[in-house]
């Protein structure tokens, strides 16, 4: 006799923290009746849960092996989210984060900002929002939130802030003395009404009272601790002309985290935000270094943290990805699209996970030791020095995004992203083409115009040959009845795939999708009728992403 199969779904309010810390009912997560966890969540029948054999599919280029039962787990929304999200049409982006380098010198109580080296360290009304205190963060805000968007909101925590709007700036620091900064504190503002604009202090508790007030009550707002910290004394020497210190760096995020909690307790903060592998390793060479691990060095202080504190204060390691990889000599995050780059281009999303991968760069010729795996490698480091802290890689980008290959790339990217637990991450754009990253993220977000989406919780899928084709699959937490599937040839040439489904449902037809050079939208490619037991072969055309919604 088969049993029925359960599955707990989290309330939307706790969602984030429950998706790193899991949620739970009963003592074996799903309440007695079938009906309601203690926390609010929804649990959902979904019928037998023994999987039907697969019939054999026959001779194909590749085998794919899906298998609903095993490797199954949540997949957070929040890992479709872009830095520059299109107005005219999100493209199914579920996040947009307000970042970059004009944030980490930016006034809240009068929307003055400093681009530091990125624009003649100069003092400017950049960023807009008028005399309006908060006013250059709720326009972008509530255009997110009227997409029904979530929001990164970047806190400044370099110490100093634009004081004026009256041009460039001194670059080494000294205008921290002559009034053209304001100094910053984490505590100690005035809460529940206007900024103080005579104090001479911008406070991180008042800004973040003014979220809560203001923004919060129209969607989700998650708190970043500033912006690439690590490059203050090259991008931001105006204000941080020393490099930072692992100490410093530590000091701060713990100090603007309370002040952040303590004004919002469910906040979810995402820290420390390095820009790179050098980052990662010894926070770009830090005067303090002295040989320590710096990614395990800021876990172990947070977990102390919270120790202390007798509350998480930093939720999500928050690190950007730039790929070094590169091919014919080219880098790939360059627009070129020669053969060589474009191959290196595609295959490099396996530098996130394989242990058999490894790409041509600096990182892996001095400091790796082979395989980056960079999210296993950072999982590992949580797990040995904070458990329940989860990864947002919050701003990435794998070149040519209006060519296919970087198309194939970010598909690619976000299919590992799901599949390896990630809880945020957003695309950051390089140049003025993104037509096929756009198209990338529609195959998972929007395949069919009409909401068609990658599911809620990935499987297991394998592939008999990682090196020309990659797969992911998903199905629904509220149905068993539907299953996505996105096959991607990094090839040359066309290839068939032949492809076996475990599942506990038989599936009868599968509408395809394409995104291919041919053209940087989804294309519907027909209905394929599945005259095998969950079995089928489909044709995979060279440089393409193809998605299959299997139906009964």
């Known amino acids: 006799m088969t049993r029925a199969a359960f599955l707990v779904v989290p309330a939307l309010a706790a969602y984030a923290l429950c998706f790193m810390t899991g949620c739970g009912g009963g003592g074996d997560g799903t309440p007695d009746d079938g009906g309601q966890s203690e926390d609010g969540s929804t649990v959902i029948d979904l019928g037998p849960e023994e999987p039907i054999t697969p019939d054999d599919p026959g001779a194909a280029d590749v085998r794919l092996e899906i298998a609903s039962a095993t490797e199954r787990h949540a997949i957070s929304p929040w890992i479709y989210g872009s830095n520059q999200v299109d107005s005219d049409d999100t493209h199914g982006v579920s996040m947009g984060r307000i970042g970059g380098n004009r944030w980490t010198a930016y006034n809240w109580e009068t929307n003055a900002s400093n681009a530091g080296s990125d624009y003649l360290y100069q003092n400017d009304t950049y960023l807009g929002g008028g005399s309006t205190p908060g006013g250059a963060v709720a326009g972008p805000v509530g255009d997110l939130h009227d997409d029904d968007l979530g929001v990164l909101l970047t806190v400044p925590i370099a110490g100093w802030v634009a004081a004026d709007t009256t041009g460039p700036t001194p670059s080494d620091g000294s205008g921290r003395n002559n009034g053209r900064f304001l100094p910053t504190e984490a505590s100690g503002g005035d809460l529940g009404g206007a900024p103080s604009l005579t104090d001479g202090t911008v406070y991180t508790d008042e800004f973040v009272d003014w979220v809560r007030r203001t923004l919060m009550p129209e969607g989700t707002v998650f708190f970043s601790l500033d912006n690439e910290p690590d490059l203050w004394s090259s991008t931001h020497s105006e204000i941080h002309p020393d490099g930072v210190t692992y100490a410093e760096l530590v000091t701060r995020n713990v100090e603007h985290a309370t002040?952040?909690?303590?004004?919002?307790p469910e906040a979810v903060v995402f820290g420390p935000v390095n820009y790179g592998y050098a980052g990662f390793m010894n926070l770009q060479s830090a005067p303090d270094a002295a040989g320590r691990d710096f990614i395990e060095f800021y876990l172990d202080a947070m977990s102390d943290a919270e120790a202390t504190a007798g509350r998480r204060l930093v939720d999500a390691l928050d690190v950007h990805w730039y790929p070094e990889a590169r091919g014919g000599g080219v880098r790939i995050t360059e627009d070129d699209t020669a053969d060589a780059v474009a191959d290196a281009r595609m295959q490099a999303p396996r530098s996130l996970w394989d242990a058999s991968y490894t790409e041509t760069s600096w990182i892996t010729d001095c400091c790796s030791d082979g395989a980056i795996r960079l999210i296993p490698r950072l999982q590992d480091k949580i797990d040995a020095n904070y458990p329940g802290t989860g990864i947002a890689i919050t701003e990435y980008?794998?070149?040519?995004?209006?060519?296919?290959?970087?198309?194939?790339?970010?598909?690619?990217?976000?299919?590992?992203?799901?599949?390896?637990?990630?809880?945020?991450?957003?695309?950051?754009?390089?140049s003025e083409g993104r037509e096929f990253v756009d198209g990338a993220f529609e195959m998972f977000r929007d395949f069919d115009g009409d909401g068609g989406r990658f599911g809620d919780t990935s499987i297991s899928a394998t592939t008999s040959d990682i090196a020309r084709v990659s797969v992911y699959a998903s199905v629904d937490a509220a149905t068993s009845g539907r299953m996505v599937v996105v096959a991607i040839n990094r090839s040359n040439q066309a290839l068939s795939a032949g492809i076996r489904i475990a599942h506990t449902r038989q599936f009868n037809t599968a509408r395809v999708f394409r995104l291919t050079a041919a053209s940087s939208s989804p294309a519907a490619d027909g209905t394929q009728t599945l005259s095998l037991t969950n079995a089928l072969t489909v044709m995979l055309p060279a440089r393409s992403v193809t998605t299959l919604e299997l139906l009964p």
């Open 397 to 430: 980008n794998y070149g040519a995004a209006g060519h296919i290959s970087g198309g194939v790339a970010q598909a690619d990217v976000l299919g590992i992203f799901g599949r390896e637990g990630l809880f945020a991450a957003m695309w950051w754009q390089l």
């Open 259 to 264: 002040a952040i909690t303590s004004v919002v």
